[in-house]
């Protein structure tokens, strides 16, 4: 019986290409998703030593690469996205047609699994690409298949229609819960959270699910799925909501600008124009709230203006919300949080990207890391890496690769295709 190319493969340990660091080294992982939330997970994974390989179809590439603003080779020439420079580091690119109908395409990606500890897909019809998961298992019994999707796979439960469908970032805030209690109180409309922060959160959960099933199989357990949906996501972030609802009955409201629970916990304008958000929760915090405002606690008694919905929202605390933006609008933000400082009040002043890139504190921190862009031939600067660990820190070994950078190489070296194999596949839609 004529045995699959896959059967013949010797596994080579990760990493191969990547070099040693952090405390993921030793994991390879195979990324096939597109924005955003798979090959954030994916990064994650990278940024602290897994080494990462991303199938990127051919001649077209990951959506991401095309994303507003671009940046330029110093020549003007070549040139990719801002997303693709940050979001794509530390990854090989690997061009292949997903089209498991192609015998070639299914052979080359049936050697890529058995490489591999983890496979990160958010391809929602994946039967339609003709790849079923009981064949990856016979490849590889030890893979982590890690899925994200706007709504779960149907495997786990739900409707399978619902199941089904696309989704995108504003989509999961939608249907997750979350967009309802954000936003000014009603009639106004809910209010959209920028920066794709639900693709964020999916892939920061699925990136912590990924970790827990590669400690099950380094202890001696099988191959698994770990499933993400955007809107599960968000929906066990958000807070008391559920048990408040199901137990107590209380359907909680868009309130704005404050915390509408306890107080002082809102956002008001200082005297120079500048927004600042101050929170003080507890009985005793909230007292030395009141003394760094100046009033006087006898008359705001924290059980009257600030431990309860009722409280904040009774006559005596609306009228200390009142006091609270008086106070902030009679001075400079940077006057008002240093004051606040003094009684240990968190006071947080609304800042954007170009005053926190130029302040010392996050560069001290190593929050910024350099490196050689692949695509762009030059070096970028981005943010780097979180959470700090202290004797396994992440790096970044190399910039965002251009489009099929790694094909041949890995073709060769991984999956064991000769010289003469990898150019007979070339000018067939299957690699290139």
Not at 308 to 323: I, Q, T
């Amino acid at each position: 019986m004529k045995m699959n190319r896959w059967e013949k493969l010797s596994r080579i340990p990760a990493p191969h290409f990547a070099p040693k660091f952090g405390p993921l080294t030793g994991m390879r992982v195979l990324l096939s998703g597109t924005v955003v939330a798979a090959p954030f997970a994916a990064q994650l994974l990278a940024d602290f030593g897994a080494e990462l390989i991303q199938i990127e179809f051919p001649k077209i590439g990951d959506a991401y690469r095309y994303q507003s603003p671009q940046l330029f080779k110093e020549d003007g020439e070549g040139q990719t996205s801002a997303a693709w420079a940050q979001g794509a580091r530390n990854r090989m690119s690997f061009t292949l047609n997903t089209n498991m109908s192609i015998p070639e395409a299914k052979e080359i990606f049936f050697c890529l699994i058995k490489q591999v500890d983890v496979w990160l897909e958010n391809m929602v019809w994946l039967k339609k690409l003709g790849i079923e998961l009981k064949d990856l298992w016979e490849v590889n019994p030890k893979l982590i298949i890690g899925h994200s999707s706007g709504f779960g796979r149907p495997q786990f439960g739900g409707n399978e229609e619902t199941c089904d469908r696309p989704s995108y970032d504003p989509i999961g805030q939608a249907e997750s819960g979350f967009m309802s209690i954000n936003g000014d109180p009603e009639p106004e409309p809910p209010r959209y959270a920028a920066s794709f922060v639900n693709d964020y959160l999916t892939a920061t959960f699925l990136f912590g699910g990924i970790c827990a099933a590669y400690i099950n199989v380094l202890n001696g357990g099988m191959g698994q799925e770990v499933d993400m949906a955007q809107v599960e996501a968000f929906a066990r972030v958000l807070d008391d909501q559920w048990i408040s609802h199901i137990e107590a009955g209380v359907l909680k409201k868009r309130a704005g600008n404050r915390v509408p629970i306890f107080q002082p916990a809102s956002l008001h304008q200082a005297g120079d124009g500048r927004w600042c958000f101050i929170g003080a929760f507890g009985k005793s915090v909230y007292y030395r709230a009141i003394e760094g405002l100046g009033l006087d606690p006898e008359y705001f008694k924290w059980e009257e203006a600030g431990n309860s919905f009722e409280a904040v929202w009774s006559d005596k605390g609306k009228e200390l919300y009142e006091e609270t933006n008086k106070w902030f609008a009679a001075r400079p933000a940077q006057e008002a949080q240093e004051h606040m400082n003094k009684y240990k009040i968190p006071v947080g002043i609304v800042r954007n990207i170009k005053e926190i890139y130029e302040d010392p504190h996050w560069h001290d921190r190593k929050n910024f890391v350099k490196y050689h862009d692949q695509t762009l031939d030059r070096e970028v600067e981005a943010f780097g890496f979180v959470p700090k660990f202290s004797q396994t820190p992440g790096n970044a070994w190399r910039g965002a690769p251009r489009l099929g950078q790694d094909t041949s190489t890995i073709m060769k070296e991984l999956l064991g295709y000769s010289e003469e194999e990898v150019n007979s596949l070339k000018g067939k839609n299957i690699i290139d």
